[in-house]
């Protein structure tokens, strides 16, 4: 099995809005698949389709090797999800939460949990209820990798949380996780770009793009140009350099088909009197920002 | 199984205070239900109970809400629908929980009041499943509430709702169609009552598995919507239809007939004294009934053309009947009043209607016997439970406790003296209860009380209610009061249309 998670023009409509549109995506084994996008984009619902919560309107997704819409108890015991706006058994404690789920897991590590809820510095007789949404959040994800899944899905896990109760979260996460394929939404990219190894892109439901994480950073480059003169832009502008803006004599745009050996010369064709050139590795949220933005005025176009 | 009954265990643990309240309340039906209940100021002893009876339901109501919606099945956002959870072992667990502290407690309450009531359970085993039969039935509306609502308050609305719905159907349209329909009030026979229990749960138990299995809410809320909203008209229609009214192929009944006497001469007035508007009956011709057995004789005379708004008519108690034999071997049933209130400004408009009579026959075979002694304790009767005389200021009751099945069963009475001689006139045989059509259809206690009908002293009451003077009782101590316990073995009922007749000729009016 190479691809625990992979879909078929998957497709989910609410009335008129398409949430999700002809999305095809293979999240490899062993990855940590980061998927990206606006508010509204389709990420929550892409991963309900993925869960069998919400059911298709069209295409298929497998995952586990088994269609999605037919997953048993067999393939979530493999699974483990944790999502920002879950409803948890409020009045069970972090400690009958955890014994309460052991049984339904042959897989299930007393010695994980308990390192788990020691490292989180979870209170065991705490009521859920009475947990703050950070705990919670820890509380959740101790109980999906005490079993030691195959696969963890990860919902917009980062949402409201600090900083150090991220830094914990993420910690444990690939120290327990390894080796164990992620997938994980999320609006915090800079926490995901640490880890994760692959990257896809989804906005008004379709996927954009999906591609490992370092051809992602290697692909995308701001490019700062100078000239003697306020620039001219060219009528053939290349479809792969986005968001250009001038000021006075300088002009960037960002290049989503970065070569190093080819990008100059392009770069020297299009703009012969630029008096220097100058390529900035963008982070991914840089990236994601511009894309989102390149995304918002094409639609207003 | 083992999933199951882990999930039984986390509800148990989870719902213990609904719990709590819910075998409490059992406990405290059962005890009030065994315990020796004073002199009855109406026909049925347990009309109190009712709050007690509101309470049980509630309760029962509230917990499996709460052990429902453990798991609510509406939504996307619940922790266990991306758990391992098999659905069977869900919906197992549910109906464990059911089962566990609704049935088996009630089961078990059941056993213990009939035993403090004077009856062997293991007698009354049909009764009991019966019983569970109902309960299964009342239950599976809050389970189906419950299982498309997500919260408490949405499934305290709904539950209400539906409830006000399901109590309206059931309760409401029964006697609104006996009014506006002949013959429908016992005119039915005893296999659909039998069969009604089973309607709920036909019609929920699919909802409930397809919405375990598949979680289709929306779904499977507009079929429940539907299912039940199909309920009051289906058993209007249900009433409606031409039902066999004999049981089944019994040879005894099939020659059973009955028809609106011709004979003038027999339909003399019955004196009526001051019942202004109400007319006073034609007799019967009714045969071909088996002579052993005795019957409990109800009618009903509604015009059915033209539509005449100011007449009511009810189905009318063997009080104002009598069976008698003609020269010619025929039996005759003479009622001394219909119970039809004809305002007199309507009277006489039109002069000719269509008229149909309904009667309706219960037929009873004697079972057993039972003596019991003014003042004395309880008496015990083999399947009929505890019986017992209570002398009041004014008269005399008996008190009868009896299980909800046998349902099919009556007693008549009769005063003797010591020589076993009848004593008096009282030569009646009445049939002083008769549970069967009793529009309650589920009730919290397993023995119904009931008390005979004043049997008044004539030293100190003569004069008094004199319908209801039944029988003499002395203060003797050598007389007895004989009650004899008889079961139902058939219903009939006959409804005559009879066109064109003038009201006159129907019946005497009274000024």
């Known amino acids: 099995m190479s691809n ?4 078929d023009n998957l497709s989910k409509a609410f009335r008129h809005t398409e949430a999700v549109n002809a999305l095809t995506l293979a999240v490899p084994e062993g990855s940590i698949y980061a998927l990206i996008g606006p508010n509204g984009a389709g990420k929550t619902t892409t991963i309900k389709l993925l869960m069998n919560i919400l059911r298709s309107t069209a295409g298929s997704a497998e995952v586990l090797g088994v269609d999605s819409r037919r997953l048993s108890p067999r393939e979530f015991a493999r699974i483990g999800y944790v999502s920002e706006n879950q409803e948890m058994p409020e009045w069970m404690t972090v400690d009958y939460f ?12 007393d010695a994980v949990a308990d390192d788990l809820v020691r490292q989180f510095e979870l209170p065991r007789d705490r009521k859920l209820r009475h947990l703050s949404r950070g705990m919670r959040m820890k509380a959740a994800l101790v109980s999906s ?9 990860l919902d917009e896990p980062f949402t409201g949380l600090d900083a150090l109760v991220r830094d914990e979260f993420t910690k444990s996460l690939l120290e327990r996780a390894e080796g164990t394929t992620i997938l994980i939404s999320s609006h915090d990219l800079a926490e995901i770009e640490n880890f994760a190894s692959h990257v896809g892109f989804i906005e008004e439901g379709r996927l954009r793009f999906t591609e490992e994480m370092a051809t992602l950073a290697n692909r995308f480059r701001l490019v700062e140009l100078t000239f003697d003169a306020p620039p001219p832009l060219p009528a053939d502008w290349p479809a792969a ?5 001038s000021s006075a004599a300088v002009l960037r745009f960002i290049d989503s088909q970065f070569d190093a050996d080819r990008t100059p010369s392009q770069i020297q064709s299009v ?31 | 199984m083992r999933q199951a009954i882990h999930i039984f265990r986390k509800d148990v643990r989870h719902c213990w205070p609904y719990l709590a309240a819910v075998l409490s309340l059992t406990a405290l039906n059962a005890w009030q239900a065994s315990i020796d209940l004073p002199v009855p100021q109406t026909y049925r002893l347990f009309t109190n109970d009712s709050l007690l009876s509101l309470l049980m339901m509630l309760a029962w109501w509230l917990t499996i809400g709460a052990a429902v919606h453990g798991e609510s099945l509406v939504g996307e ?19 464990l929980f059911l089962a566990a502290f609704m049935a088996l407690p009630l089961l078990i309450s059941d056993f ?3 035993l403090a009531s004077g009856f062997n359970p293991l007698d009354l085993i049909p009764g009991l499943l019966w019983r569970q039969a109902w309960l299964l039935a009342f239950l599976i509306l809050p389970f189906v509430v419950a299982m498309l609502t997500r919260a408490t308050h949405d499934f305290a609305l709904a539950g209400l709702l539906s409830w006000l719905v399901f109590y309206v159907a059931l309760s409401g349209l029964r006697p609104h169609f006996s009014n506006v329909l002949p013959g429908l009030v016992h005119a039915e026979p005893a296999w659909i009552d039998a069969a009604a229990p089973w309607l709920a749960p036909a019609l929920g138990v699919p909802l409930i598995v397809w919405q375990f299995a598949r979680r289709r809410t929306v779904m499977v809320m507009l079929l429940a919507i539907a299912c039940f909203g199909l309920v009051p008209p289906g058993i209007g229609l249900w009433l409606r239809m031409d039902w066999p009214d004999a049981p089944h192929e019994d040879p005894r009944f099939r020659n059973v007939t009955a028809r609106l006497s011709a004979d003038a001469e027999r339909a003399t007035p019955a004196r009526a004294e001051s019942l202004e508007k109400y007319l006073t009956g034609r007799p019967l011709e009714f045969s071909g009934w088996p002579r052993e057995l005795m019957t409990h004789p109800r009618v009903t005379v509604d015009p059915v053309w033209p539509v005449m708004k100011n007449v009511a008519s009810f189905a009318y108690g063997p009080d104002n009947s009598r069976i008698t034999t003609a020269g010619d071997g025929r039996d005759w049933i003479w009622f001394s009043t219909y119970d039809m209130a004809i305002k007199a400004e309507a009277w006489g408009k039109p002069d000719r209607v269509d008229v ?4 309706a026959l219960d037929l009873y075979e004697r079972e057993s016997r039972a003596e019991i002694r003014p003042a004395g304790g309880w008496t015990r009767v083999p399947r009929y439970g505890n019986v017992k005389l209570i002398e009041a200021p004014f008269g005399g009751y008996f008190v009868s406790r009896t299980a909800i099945r046998p349902a099919d069963s009556g007693w008549t009475y009769s005063l003797r003296d010591a020589n076993g001689v009848i004593a008096g006139k009282a030569t009646w045989s009445i049939l002083l209860f008769d549970p069967s059509p009793s529009p309650v259809w589920f009730s919290a206690s397993p023995v119904f009380s009931y008390a005979g009908q004043p049997i008044l002293l004539p030293a100190t009451m003569t004069g008094v209610q004199p319908a209801w003077g039944l029988a003499a009782l002395h203060h003797d101590p050598s007389q007895r009061l004989v009650l004899t316990a008889r079961h139902r073995v058939a219903e009939l009922s006959r409804t005559l249309i009879v066109p064109k007749v003038r009201l006159a000729d129907l019946a005497v009016r009274h000024h």
């Not at chain 1, 350099?241 to 803006?245: D, L, V």
Request: hydrophobic share 50%; glycine share 2%; net charge positive.
């Open chain 1, 271 to 301: 703009f012969p009197d630029a008096r220097s050139v100058a390529f900035h590795a963008m982070s991914l949220r840089e990236i994601f920002v511009a894309l989102a933005m390149a995304g918002r005025h094409a639609k207003a176009a």
């Open chain 2, 356 to 359: 149909a009579v309904t009667i």
């Open chain 1, 4 to 7: 625990p998670i992979s879909t």
């Open chain 1, 145 to 153: 990798l005490a079993y030691r899944p195959e696969l963890v899905i």
């Open chain 1, 98 to 109: 955890l014994r309460y789920l052991r049984p339904f897991y042959p897989t299930w590590d």
């Open chain 2, 77 to 95: 956002r619940q922790f266990w629908t991306t758990r391992p959870y098999s659905w069977k072992s869900l919906l197992a667990a549910k109906l």
């Open chain 2, 112 to 114: 213990y009041v009939l």
């Open chain 1, 241 to 245: 350099w986005m968001r250009p803006e």
